[in-house]
């Protein structure tokens, strides 16, 4: 059984910090990509960003040169990085992991409970 826990949202001013943490627990035989996804209420999840292998990253357009993201393979834990925050980014943020548990499994989607990010004065 893998489960993902997420950590570190939650309310900060506009222009200020946040790190969020994925740790993906339970048995992996591989972790092809682990990202971030966000949404607000009415919207549909958009990507964040993702990060494949160790180093392969990708960016919504809207987030490139604030948010960084990167990977502890070691701990099955991928971070986010938010910096110079805008009330904009305010949103439930959803932890992604795209992986097999066993060679002979097939490929997996799985998804984080979500950790709230509110940017506000």
């Known amino acids: 059984q893998v489960q993902l826990v997420e950590s570190g949202g939650g309310l900060v001013q506009p222009g200020g910090s946040l790190r969020l943490s994925c740790a993906a627990s339970?048995?992996?035989?591989?972790?092809?990509?682990m990202g971030w996804y966000r949404q607000v209420p009415g919207k549909q999840r958009e990507l964040v960003a993702t990060i494949t292998g160790a180093t392969f990253t990708n960016y919504a357009d809207s987030v490139k040169g604030r948010f960084t993201v990167s990977r502890d393979s070691a701990k099955n834990t991928v971070y986010l990085q938010m910096n110079s925050l805008k009330p904009e980014d305010t949103a439930v943020y959803y932890c992604n992991v795209v992986g097999r548990t066993r060679p002979t499994m097939p490929v997996t989607q799985d998804w984080g409970q979500g950790t709230q990010v509110t940017v506000s004065s």
């Open positions: 339970g048995s992996w035989f591989s972790i092809y990509v």
